[in-house]
């Protein structure tokens, strides 16, 4: 989807651990800090072709379905 970021609450909302997250984060070379400021784009996260990468890009989506 184009324009669609992730942000900290999605990770939230897909069950994924903050720890791990931060540690695949570093494993790719992002800034968690401009993630947890800005956000990512999703198709950051489609671009690693990682199905956990998917679970915050599915929330983000229900989200915007959802009208929030």
């Given at each position: 989807?184009?324009?669609?970021t992730?942000r900290?609450?999605?990770m939230?909302?897909?069950?994924l651990?903050?720890?791990?997250?931060r540690?695949?984060?570093?494993?790719?070379?992002w800034?968690?800090s401009?993630f947890?400021a800005?956000?990512?784009?999703a198709?950051?996260f489609i671009?690693t072709g990682?199905?956990?990468?998917m679970?915050?890009v599915?929330?983000?989506?229900?989200?915007?379905q959802d009208?929030?």
């Open positions: 989807m184009d324009g669609l992730i900290v609450r999605h939230r909302q897909a069950d651990c903050m720890k791990g997250v540690a695949w984060f570093a494993a790719r070379n800034s968690w401009a947890v800005d956000g990512r784009p198709a950051d671009a990682d199905p956990l990468a679970r915050p599915e929330a983000a989506r229900r989200e915007v009208g929030r």
